[in-house]
């Protein structure tokens, strides 16, 4: 299957600063990219996703941009506050979904 | 995320014991999935079915069985549990789209430990 690294495992920022998450991949016919978030004791619930034919996308304070090139994806989150910790999750899809493994972010008060 | 009901939400089991996980959902997805969370290693997935009658398996299949006898059902079950099955399961199914994106939305997960 696809193999999809994630980085870094955690990450600890300062409220009203920025995190970015970078997951690369190696199948060159994956097509989606969607990212999950995770609370403490929840499911995953899909925050963002981008299709191949993108290279950015936003939705207020998250953005993910891709590079089909170098086959690597990364999801910012600007001004961040305490209810983004949480777990989040890279995913490819080639015919199925394929998640790296998840990078801890904690928002510091 | 009413559409996907996992049971039980937790289990204890001994090793050796069978068990099975249910997952039903009334939203007429034909994709369902199931993974396994453990820490640091991401959710892996276990079988997965595209409709009534087929299965396939995903990348960690050993000491689970699926069926999907229905459209609404896909149960999973463990035939003899082994302490390296301690996990939490989630069931997810697809609201795939016509591009083919697995657009997954997730059960609320089943806490199982083997003893």
């Known amino acids: 299957g696809e193999n999809v690294e994630q980085h870094p495992s955690t990450l600890s920022v300062q409220e009203g600063d920025s995190a970015v998450i970078k997951c690369t991949y190696s199948?060159?016919?994956?097509?989606?990219f969607p990212w999950y978030k995770q609370e403490l004791g929840k499911r995953p619930q899909l925050i963002i996703d981008?299709?191949?034919?993108?290279g950015e996308k936003k939705d207020q304070r998250i953005a993910v941009t891709l590079n089909k090139t170098a086959k690597h994806f990364s999801l910012h989150i600007t001004e961040t506050q305490p209810e983004d910790s949480a777990v989040y999750f890279c995913?490819?899809?080639?015919?199925?979904?394929?998640f790296g493994a998840g990078t801890t972010v904690t928002v510091r008060a | 995320n009413a559409g996907v009901t996992q049971t039980p939400k937790f289990q204890v089991l001994k090793t050796g014991q069978s068990m099975t996980l249910q997952c039903a959902q009334d939203?007429?997805?034909?994709?369902m999935s199931w993974y396994r969370q453990d820490p640091g290693m991401g959710l892996r997935l276990i079988h997965y079915?595209?409709?009534?009658?087929?299965?396939d398996q995903g990348e960690v299949p050993n000491g689970y069985n699926v069926s999907r006898s229905t459209t609404e059902d896909f149960p999973l079950r463990l035939l003899s549990a082994a302490p390296s099955q301690t996990s939490v399961y989630f069931c997810?199914?697809?609201?795939?789209?016509?591009?083919?994106?697995?657009?997954?939305?997730f059960g609320a997960g089943s806490r199982l430990t083997v003893l």
């Open positions: 997810a199914i697809s609201t795939g789209d016509p591009s083919g994106a697995n657009v997954l939305t």
């Open positions: 199948d060159s016919a994956s097509n989606y």
């Open positions: 981008i299709r191949s034919n993108v």
């Open positions: 995913a490819v899809n080639d015919y199925k979904l394929s």
């Open positions: 939203m007429n997805h034909e994709y």
């Open positions: 079915s595209v409709g009534a009658g087929i299965t």
